[in-house]
Nanobody
Framework: QEQLVESGGGLVQAGGSLRLSCGTS????????IGWFRQVPGKEREFVGC??????DYTDSVKGRFTISRGNAGNTVYLEMRSLKPEDTAVYYC???????????????????WGQGTQVTVSS
């Protein structure tokens, strides 16, 4: 059973930046499609972005502000978040898919493993 471990959440003022990390425990993170999702209370979990091989995809609301990348060493994928807005406040989750799910990359059901979530709060 794969385990994903997230870190890096916190409280930041609007316009600030945060970097979230997602690490895997069993397989090389490069063998997965890694997705980032976020959720606020009372709403469905929302796709933020993903990294599959060298391809990335982002939801429109974060394009140009968020970047997903793989660490040069180790088993980590990062979600760099810049120009943060209060509406980015959510619990952020990383997820891993063992398949080749590019057409369904934005769907939560595509992913086999999930991290525990990390809270990001952006104050106005």
């Amino acid at each position: 059973q794969e385990q994903l471990v997230e870190s890096g959440g916190g409280l930041v003022q609007a316009g600030g930046s945060l970097r979230l990390s997602c690490g895997t425990s069993r397989r090389s993170i490069g063998t997965y499609t890694i997705g980032w999702f976020r959720q606020v209370p009372g709403k469905e979990r929302e796709f933020v972005g993903c990294l599959s091989g060298r391809r990335t995809d982002y939801t429109d609301s974060v394009k140009g502000r968020f970047t997903i990348s793989r660490g040069n060493a180790g088993n980590t994928v990062y979600l760099e978040m810049r120009s943060l807005k209060p509406e980015d406040t959510a619990v952020y989750y990383c997820a891993a898919s063992t398949g080749t799910p590019w057409p369904s990359r934005r769907l939560t059901g595509t992913y086999d493993y999930w991290g525990q979530g990390t809270q990001v709060t952006v104050s106005s």
